[in-house]
């Protein structure tokens, strides 16, 4: 079944693949996981705040975010940015902004909308005698969110916050459609080159479980010890 592949344009193209390709995604899944969670954290407690006006905009930002397909929000942004930096900052010609940038905005503020609903969950899991014990001692509403529910809403939502990193990893093969050379594009690439799109998709496919299938056991493990901890 397998006489007729060349599994050697692998190895051939190993450095390409993941000194290129790997390591876009892996950074553009790192700098989007936290961009996303620094914004989704401000998203929910804006949603918490018990302020109308604020709890209805997160709201609707949330819901618009989770009820759009994340290739269109791709090329929305991928289109609509240089035109609202153009707008921003009163240029005579939209802004160039470049695909990487472009795609990281994208992330950051789709991402931002399901990392909201889990830090959400997360806040609203602490008991509330904490925080209003905290008040009780003088600490402000910012700093008892600070000091006394958030880091205790990221230790309980780690693993979950991990796991949205992880759909996160795999989500990033969609700057594909922007001709963008991530892992999945510098593979396709190489695929195209050669004539070998089976064996080269078939190696992506194997890398990305690969790193999806470790990482979601290390948060197994992290998980059964955060709950042992309690």
């Known amino acids: 079944m397998f006489a007729s592949f ?3 344009v692998i190895r051939r193209s190993l450095g390409y693949l993941f000194l290129d390709g790997m390591s876009f995604t892996l950074t553009l899944t790192a700098l989007a996981a936290t961009g996303g969670l620094v914004f989704g954290t401000l998203l929910a407690l804006m949603r918490l705040s ?26 929305w942004f991928y289109f609509l940015v240089p035109y609202i930096g153009q707008w921003l ?3 005579d010609r939209p802004i160039r902004v470049g695909a990487f940038a472009s795609s990281l905005i994208t992330f950051m503020l789709f991402e931002a909308a399901y990392f909201s609903e889990i ?8 008991p509330r005698g904490q925080p209003a014990a905290a008040q009780a ?3 402000t509403y910012g700093q008892t969110m600070r000091f006394v529910v958030l880091p205790q809403a990221v230790r309980n939502m780690l693993p979950v916050l991990l796991t949205q990193t992880i759909v996160l990893f795999q989500d990033t093969s969609l700057v594909y459609v922007l001709s963008i050379t991530d892992f999945l594009g510098a593979a396709s690439k190489v695929a195209q080159r050669d004539g070998r799109l089976v064996e080269m998709y078939l190696f992506a496919a194997v890398v990305y479980f690969s790193i999806s299938f470790i990482a979601s056991r290390g948060v197994r493990r992290l998980q059964a010890r955060v709950a042992i901890i309690r």
């Open 50 to 75: 018990g302020i109308g006006v604020l709890a209805r905009l997160a709201g609707l930002y949330v819901d618009l975010m989770r009820s759009l397909p994340l290739v269109l929000v791709i090329f």
């Open 89 to 91: 900052i009163g240029a």
């Open 119 to 126: 830090m959400r969950a997360g806040i609203q899991a602490i």
């Open 137 to 139: 001692l003088g600490l």
């Open 6 to 8: 060349d599994f050697d």
